[in-house]
């Protein structure tokens, strides 16, 4: 006679689900207040360092950390989850150590403008919106500030960062491909690092269409992309991180051209 099957396991009591959450959720309170707290010990270990005056903005390691918790074993938790969370928790602590506030020019979108820098830097720093993106440039230029703007195609705002040497572009928005094609940049006085997955943000004054440029680039072993094209200037992402002085870009077309930065590529998310 065959064996009987097992028992199927009993259902769990909704009540007791419940009641699992909400041990969970006051542990959770707990790490979020001792990780938010850390961010004052940051910036006293900083003042103690003679680092107090730098401005604590690092994306570099910021997407360090975000691939690091991605590559991590979950049950539930998705990438974006994890993405946001943290983007949450590191927008407070950077807000903890100092100034930190962002200026926002949309152009024709101000409202996706605003919603793509809340998704990236969170809610913890300040925000004001800019009538022109000047106004953004100039406010990256302090303490603390960071300016984000949209590609429009009747502004080469991102030109001007050729004379802005201080400005670097760090990160390109929305930072999942889930939310969209790149539509702004983000810009302030930061050390932009490789990351092993990068692109870097070139503009050029070359002549005729931009797949003309893309093909010089590319018989040069340089990747290239256009992003966004006005005012007689072309805004490429190229393919890694580029130093400002690499000759393959010294020999690339163009009078006027240059290295504006480099962000780590978007999550494939």
């Not at 006085?189 to 070359?206: F, K, Q, R, S």
């Amino acid at each position: 006679m065959a064996d009987a099957p097992p028992p199927a396991p009993s259902p769990v009591a909704l009540d007791d689900v419940r009641a699992r959450i909400d041990e969970i959720d006051a542990g959770l309170l707990a790490l979020l207040d001792e990780r938010t707290a850390l961010g004052k010990q940051v910036a006293a270990a900083k003042a103690a360092a003679g680092q107090a005056d730098r401005f604590g903005l690092r994306p570099g390691r910021e997407t360090e950390i975000l691939r690091r918790l991605l590559a991590m074993p979950r049950q539930g938790a998705s990438d974006a989850l994890v993405i946001r969370v943290w983007r949450e928790l590191m927008g407070q602590s950077l807000a903890l150590q100092g100034p930190f506030n962002l200026t926002v020019w949309g152009g024709p979108t101000p409202a996706r403008a605003v919603e793509l820098a809340r998704l990236r830097f969170g809610a913890a720093p300040s925000l004001r919106m800019a009538q022109k993106p000047e106004d953004a440039i100039a406010a990256a230029r302090l303490k603390g500030g960071v300016g984000v703007a949209m590609l429009s195609g009747d502004s080469a705002w991102w030109g001007r960062l050729l004379a802005e040497p201080k400005l670097k572009v760090f990160a390109v928005l929305p930072c999942l491909n889930a939310w969209g094609p790149p539509s702004a940049l983000a810009f302030a006085e930061v050390e932009v690092e490789p990351t092993g997955a990068d692109i870097t943000l070139w503009v050029t004054d070359a002549p005729g269409p931009a797949a003309r440029t893309a093909e010089a680039l590319s018989r040069d072993g340089v990747a290239a992309e256009l992003l966004s094209e006005a005012g007689g200037l072309k805004l490429f992402t190229l393919a890694g991180y580029y130093q400002a002085d690499d000759e393959r870009l010294a020999r690339a077309p163009g009078r006027l051209s240059g290295v504006i930065g480099a962000a780590p590529e978007p999550f494939d998310v």
